[in-house]
């Protein structure tokens, strides 16, 4: 008696990028009449000057739905032929269903037999790129063949608006991304991890709920130890680092992009920084700032991108993908 497995696929390649985000924008301006703060301290220390911000009834699925959507158009792939969603989010608003339940319910995925798979995950800031490395597992084993993967937050439903450390960073949306097979590998091996000692650095916990974080911690870690798991990355797939294009990294702080890009040699190649306008939505933030920018024509196509994400947890992940085929 031996069991069997399906046939794998050599590989997996992007075929549709989405996102969405919150019709209000909160500026600088705004947050000095909450605290004590001003326009000119929260550019020079993190580089946003306005965020989304989700209104009141507004939850993690009204953003990830419209955000699949358009990443399930800009593909062409049909819905009946998603057999997997992944949504990566630390704030979603219902225990059950999950939110890649409530996207595949919304957007009519899989067929009348069988609905796909439905996995929400919580690696806070890395967890797209988890979503991503599961998802391409799935299908390089032959599980599945076509995913839907998210990262969505809204991350102003655990902000401490008192707090000027925190709330000038956080804020919300939605990116997305479908992926399928391939007979060449075009998303490489994800390399992830964890730091149990910094733990609690980062938090939504108890007593309060609301996001805290030890930034100085946070910040040491993303300048001393985020380069060797990035690099550690494009070995993986198999390229040098002069072959990246693109750097869509956690979009945390500018502070913290801007070096990463110079230590990795970086800094001559696209760079996104989606913080600016955006704001850190968390797992939301690399795939959010990857599809913006793809759709405005700022990413070129075919390219190696160097994908990264890191915080809560905490956690680490990255894997090196090309950019869509054509515009």
Same mark, same amino acid.
């Given at each position: ?58 939850? +993690? ?141 980062? %938090? ?13 911690? +946070? ?14 990355? +494009? ?39 989606? +913080? ?11 795939? %959010? ?16 991108? %160097?994908? #990264?994400? #890191?915080?809560?947890?905490?956690? #680490? ?11």
């Amino acid at each position: 008696m031996k069991l069997s497995f399906p046939a794998p696929n050599a590989g997996t390649e992007i075929l549709g990028l989405g996102h969405a985000q919150p019709e209000r924008v909160m500026d600088n301006h705004e947050l000095e009449g909450m605290m004590e703060t001003s326009d000119e301290w929260i550019r020079q220390r993190t580089g946003i000057v306005t965020r989304h911000i989700a209104g009141e009834e507004e939850t +993690v699925k009204d953003l990830a739905i419209p955000a699949a959507r358009m990443a399930l158009e800009d593909s062409g792939i049909a819905p009946e032929q998603i057999d997997l969603v992944i949504v990566a989010t630390t704030t979603a608003a219902e225990r059950s269903p999950n939110t890649a339940g409530r996207v595949a319910q919304a957007l009519g995925l899989g067929n009348a037999e069988r609905g796909p798979g439905i996995i929400d995950i919580n690696t806070a800031c890395s967890g797209f790129e988890y979503a991503l490395g599961l998802a391409d597992q799935s299908i390089r084993s032959g599980t599945a063949s076509h995913a839907l993967v998210l990262g969505a937050e809204t991350l102003s439903k655990v902000t401490d608006w008192t707090d000027r450390s925190t709330a000038v960073l956080t804020a919300d949306g939605a990116g997305a991304m479908v992926i399928g097979a391939t007979d060449e590998p075009r998303i490489g091996p994800v390399v992830w991890g964890s730091k149990g000692d910094l733990a609690d650095a980062v %938090l939504i916990a108890p007593p309060t709920n609301k996001f805290w974080q030890n930034g100085r911690e +946070v910040l040491r870690w993303a300048l001393k130890d985020a380069e060797k798991h990035a690099r550690a990355a +494009v070995e993986r797939s198999g390229l040098q680092m002069e072959d990246i294009e693109v750097l869509v990294t956690h979009q945390a702080n500018l502070r913290i992009i801007e070096p990463m890009a110079q230590v990795l040699g970086l800094t001559d190649k696209v760079v996104v920084t989606d +913080v600016t306008e955006s704001g850190n939505t968390s797992a939301a933030s690399v795939p %959010l700032g990857y599809s913006k920018w793809w759709h405005a024509g700022k990413i070129p196509a075919d390219v190696p991108a %160097l994908l #990264f994400g #890191f915080g809560g947890g905490f956690t #680490f992940a990255g894997m090196v993908a090309m950019t869509p085929r054509t515009k």
